[in-house]
């Protein structure tokens, strides 16, 4: 709960975990962060840092670097990622510390829930259900991810997050670069709020 004056009552920062959604590497028997060699197991998924600097006390995601689970506030565009045979959509519960971002957020622990098919039919929808199947989460249709995810979680409440500054594509630069390149962080301290979801 987040402290206050004495007698005074308050409620938790955010009483359910934290529906995101992101991309993931599809490798050939499990799903891979996209810019790390990260792989994705079944259940609670830990941020670890992994910046080659290393030099902050703060678990992740620290606020002077750019550890944490990444995911956007809003799903994937489907072009975005349907395209190539090589990203995977989905959604993802988040919890523990969070900082969030004008599109996006990082948080200290969190777990698919769903993943999402892209609209035609080939080797790529059959390995997700593959693999969404091993996860024992759902696959479905791109359409349908937003109903399918906030069924174990809620989005950011409107207002918590930082207003947006640029585009959201120009946003999603920004965090690739930061999470490719870990040794010289990004961080956007001027558009960045801190909050905890429950443990």
């Known amino acids: 709960m987040t402290a206050g004056r004495p007698g005074e009552m308050q409620a938790p920062d955010l009483v359910q975990p934290v529906i995101g959604y ?5 490798g050939d028997d499990a799903l891979y962060s996209p810019y790390v060699e990260e792989r994705w197991h079944r259940g609670v998924h830990a941020a670890v840092c992994r910046a080659e600097r290393g030099d902050h006390a703060e678990a992740a995601p620290a606020h002077d670097c750019s550890c944490g689970i990444h ?23 988040l919890w523990g510390d969070m ?4 599109f996006g957020m990082r948080a200290a622990r969190g777990m698919i829930v769903a993943l999402a098919l892209p609209p035609w039919n080939g ?8 693999i969404a199947s091993a996860l024992e989460v759902e696959a479905v249709p791109a359409r349908r991810l937003e109903a399918v995810a906030l069924t174990h979680g809620a989005p950011i409440p409107d207002g918590m997050a930082p207003e947006p500054r640029a585009s959201r594509a120009a946003y999603a630069v920004e965090q690739r670069l930061a999470e490719a390149r870990r040794d010289d ?15």
Do not use: F, M, N, Q
Request: proline share 15%.
């Open 185 to 199: 962080p990004w961080r956007p301290s001027s558009l960045v709020s801190r909050t905890r979801s429950p443990d």
């Open 99 to 102: 900082e969030l971002h004008p």
């Open 123 to 130: 080797p790529k929808p059959r390995r997700i259900v593959e």
């Open 22 to 26: 992101r991309l993931w590497r599809l």
């Open 71 to 93: 995911a956007w506030y809003e799903p994937c565009p489907t072009l975005s990622w349907a395209a190539t045979r090589h990203l995977v959509a989905g959604a993802i519960a």
